[in-house]
């Protein structure tokens, strides 16, 4: 899981801006939820990303992308309930990926 800072630097670097507030919306609950991969449920996904776009607009959608793809190494779940079965290892995976210790990784392919 990527921190704070990361995401910011990470922002700075793709949007020239840090939207530290985006992360710290996205992240909001984190503590609330007992600092575990939980929080994810309520806002890292699809449905969290059209929430910020119709908040602050389209930039800032493109700060949450930025934040979930890196939480969840490269890909945006669709909901909350998604999200819920990856955390419990019963998603069906994208193409191309695979779940190891709890986090969906790319699937490298020997020829």
């Given at each position: 899981?990527?921190?704070?800072?990361?995401?910011?630097?990470?922002?700075?670097?793709?949007?020239?801006?840090?939207?530290s507030f985006i992360h710290i919306w996205l992240d909001e609950f984190f503590v609330k939820m007992g600092c575990n991969e939980k929080h994810r449920d309520i806002r890292h996904h699809l449905k969290g990303i059209q929430e910020v776009r119709k908040m602050w607009g389209d930039e800032a959608s493109k700060a949450a992308e930025i934040h979930i793809i890196k939480d969840f190494n490269g890909w945006i779940p669709k909901d909350e309930i998604e999200v819920q079965k990856w955390r419990m290892g019963v998603i069906e995976v994208p193409l191309g990926y695979k779940i190891e210790d709890g986090k969906l990784v790319k699937e490298i392919v020997n020829e």
């Open positions: 899981m990527a921190s704070y800072k990361e995401h910011c630097e990470d922002c700075q670097k793709q949007l020239g801006k840090d939207w």
